[in-house]
Structures are given as C-alpha cells and as structure tokens.
C-alpha cells in the first residue's frame, strides 16, 4: 500500500467506510480497460473456447470488478490494522499503478509497521483461498466459463499478495522489511534508508525485465513493467525523503516557523473585492477573516472558486468563509510535526496559529516546506549524517 500523508480529494468518491472514503482517481480508467480488454479478448477466449463474443466481455466485466473489489479489500484491510493501532486514515484512491491511502502520520513502532503491511497481503491469499473453494463448489463434470472466473479470481489474488511481498519500499514487503530493520536498529531513517534502496533496486530491476520484453516482442507487457519501476523508484525515494524532512523537524516549534505579519481580510468586504485585492494581489490561497480586531474564520481559494460573477458582488468574505473552529487553531509551542498531522487530518492548507484568543500569526504547508527546504540547505554535512 503506497501511503500520502497530505493531499486534496481527487477523483471519484465511491462510498465511505468507518470515515474512509474510497475513492477512483481517473487513471484508474486507464487500466481498468486494459484489463478489461485483455480478460474479453484473451485471457477467456483461450481457457474456455467456443462462446460469444457478448459472454466473454460480460465475464471479463464481472471478473474485472471483482478484481478491483479485491484491491479495494486489500487497502481496506491496510486502513483497518492502522485504525485499529490509532492512525488516521482519511482516504483511499485507486489509480493507474495500485491503490494510496492518505494517512496522518506513519507507525510510532515498528509492531505496528508490521501489522499493517502483512494484513495485506495476507487479505490476499484469503480472497484466493475463498475464490477457490467457489471454483471447486460450482465445478462439475462440464466444463464453465464461470470456473475460469473464480479460478482466475484465485489467481490474480495470490499474485497480488506474492508481488506486495516483494522486499522493496513502499511494497508491503518494503514495510515488513523496514519494520525489521527498525526493529533490530531502533532507527526508523536507517530502516527506511534500507528499504528504500532495496525498493529502488527491485524497481531498476522491473524496467531492465520490462526492457528484455520489449525486445522479445511484447510490447504492451514490457511498457507496463518499465512505467511500474518509475513509479516505485520514485515512490521509493520520496518517503525515505519524507522520513528525513520529519526527522529534521523534530525540536521545531510553531511559533519559529510561523508567518508574524498576517494579511487578514474583513468579514464585510464583498467578495469580488476579496479576488482582486488579496487573492491576486498577494498570490496566498487563503486569508484570516477579521472584525473589529476579531478573528472570526479563514476564507480560502476553494470558499470562493466556484461562485458566479453575481455572487462575487452581492456575497461579502463574511457569509462564504469557513467559521473558525479548534481544528483550524494551533498553539505557538505546538511541534511543526503536530500541526502538519492536523493539516492532514482536517485537510487544511494554513492554521492560526492563537494564543489565548489572539491570533499571533499563521502556519501554512507551503511555508513549513520552504523552512525544511531552507534548513536542509543550510544544514552542516556533519549533521545531516548524524540524523542519518
């Protein structure tokens, strides 16, 4: 399961489940009809000939939904365990190379590092061992395209859970690998460092095997297995980043890092004047609302984006802002770690950063990345090794 700790809802929403909501990048389009059309127009024509062309894409049909329930219950299960030790998970979105779950923070342990990246895989081999017993009950003295279903349901599973198992991060075998090393090091950077090359060379490893195949004639299945290796590559150095940046951060209090000179909007300025004066003065995707000195809320690009002309004029910053609540408040002395993960949480941009009931500035994402991106700049090679 490849996890982002931030980020904005994307995609289709299917359903939510326990606050999870599952949702279908558009990508996800992409390969569902690759395997659609491979299942209806190979895989079923050659394990069951003789049948229609409208019987094949039907069970193509249902054997790809029923495969893509199976990922969905394989992240479920990921989602489950991290509930379970704790660990918030806002959502789950299905997209071209697998699925991604937005979690608020990474396991304090590595028990429950491993916890969560073995129910996956191990979701997987049940689905198999179930899909297999439907095949053996329905199976009789004639042969049916229904059996080639379940078998190839049984099948796919279990190597979903054998390719998951792969000792390269962000794999699940990554996390159980990782999970270990954390273990026997007590160092969470150096076990990531590991996986991470680890996951790094297995990716090397599909593109070289997707470039062999390429030469050999399939073209299709090479691609895929080179455009799979970029991603987990890159998957794989940007958590051990990640890890880093967290790592740099700890100490960190909000009060150093937050912005002092807050640009504020009143709450009766009309909206129009909202977009011209400050969203495309200042280039800032959001702004306290303020009356009278008090702070009553944030108005943000999202609040205003989708109103009409006509709304922008008869509509004040007052009447579309989001009221201010304890989700968007943090303290000065909060860690920048505390105040990401509430970022994350409440899928916040910015916070206000209060003491008391005075606002004292504001911390924004974008901010805490240019302050690591300036820190690690900055930073003695002595002491980045250390950290390492």
């Known amino acids: 399961m490849a996890k982002q700790v931030a980020g904005k809802a994307r995609g289709i929403k299917l359903f939510t489940i326990r606050g999870i909501a599952v949702r279908l990048d558009y990508s996800w389009f992409i390969v569902f009809a690759l395997v659609?059309?491979?299942?209806?127009?190979?895989?079923?024509?050659?394990?069951?000939p003789g049948r229609s062309v409208q019987t094949y894409w039907l069970t193509?049909?249902?054997?790809?939904?029923?495969?893509?329930?199976s990922v969905i219950t394989h992240e479920l299960a990921h989602s489950f365990m991290a509930l379970r030790s704790g660990i918030k998970i806002h959502e789950i979105t299905l997209f071209i190379f697998g699925g991604m779950a937005r979690i608020s923070e990474e396991a304090s342990v590595p028990e429950i590092e491993f916890k969560?990246?073995?129910?996956?895989?191990?979701?997987?081999f049940a689905l198999a061992g179930l899909f297999w017993l439907i095949r053996f009950a329905i199976s009789g003295d004639q042969p049916s395209i229904v059996v080639e279903l379940f078998g190839y349901l049984a099948w796919i599973n279990v190597a979903l859970?054998?390719?998951?198992?792969?000792?390269?991060?962000?794999?699940?075998?990554?996390?159980?690998?990782?999970?270990?090393?954390?273990?026997?090091?007590?160092?969470?950077?150096?076990?990531?460092?590991?996986?991470?090359?680890?996951?790094?060379?297995?990716?090397i490893a599909f593109m070289i095997f997707g470039a062999l195949q390429i030469f050999a004639g399939s073209l299709v299945?090479?691609?895929?297995?080179?455009?799979?290796?970029?991603?987990?590559?890159?998957m794989a150095e940007a958590s051990y980043q990640d890890v880093l940046l967290k790592k740099s951060m700890e100490g960190t209090r909000v009060g150093e890092v937050m912005i002092r000179d807050v640009v504020s909007a009143s709450a009766d300025l009309p909206v129009k004047s909202l977009i011209s004066d400050y969203f495309l003065r200042y280039g800032y995707r959001g702004f306290p609302v303020r009356n009278n000195g008090k702070v009553l809320g944030?108005?943000?690009?999202?609040?205003?984006?989708?109103?009409s002309a006509h709304e922008q004029d008869?509509?004040?910053?007052?009447?579309?802002?989001?009221?201010?609540?304890?989700?968007?408040?943090?303290?000065p002395e909060a860690s920048?770690?505390?105040?990401l993960r509430k970022m994350a949480e409440e899928n916040f941009g910015r916070l206000l950063v209060m003491s008391g009931d005075q606002m004292v500035g504001m911390i924004t994402q974008t901010g805490v990345l240019r302050f690591l991106e300036m820190h690690n700049a900055l930073a003695r090679p002595e002491n980045r090794s250390s950290k390492q």
């Not at 859970?161 to 991060?169: A, I, Y």
């Open 36 to 48: 659609l059309f491979s299942l209806s127009m190979g895989y079923f024509p050659q394990v069951y």
């Open 298 to 307: 944030v108005i943000s690009l999202s609040n205003v984006k989708d109103l």
């Open 221 to 234: 299945g090479g691609l895929w297995l080179i455009f799979i290796g970029m991603f987990l590559r890159g």
């Open 60 to 69: 193509g049909l249902l054997a790809t939904l029923l495969f893509f329930l």
């Open 336 to 339: 920048i770690t505390d105040a």
């Open 314 to 331: 008869a509509k004040t910053v007052g009447e579309v802002m989001a009221p201010i609540s304890r989700e968007m408040i943090v303290s």
């Open 161 to 203: 859970g054998v390719f998951n198992l792969v000792p390269g991060f962000p794999l699940d075998g990554g996390r159980l690998l990782r999970a270990f090393w954390w273990w026997k090091t007590g160092s969470l950077v150096r076990a990531t460092r590991v996986a991470s090359d680890w996951g790094k060379g297995f990716a």
């Open 116 to 124: 969560i990246a073995v129910v996956g895989p191990l979701t997987s």
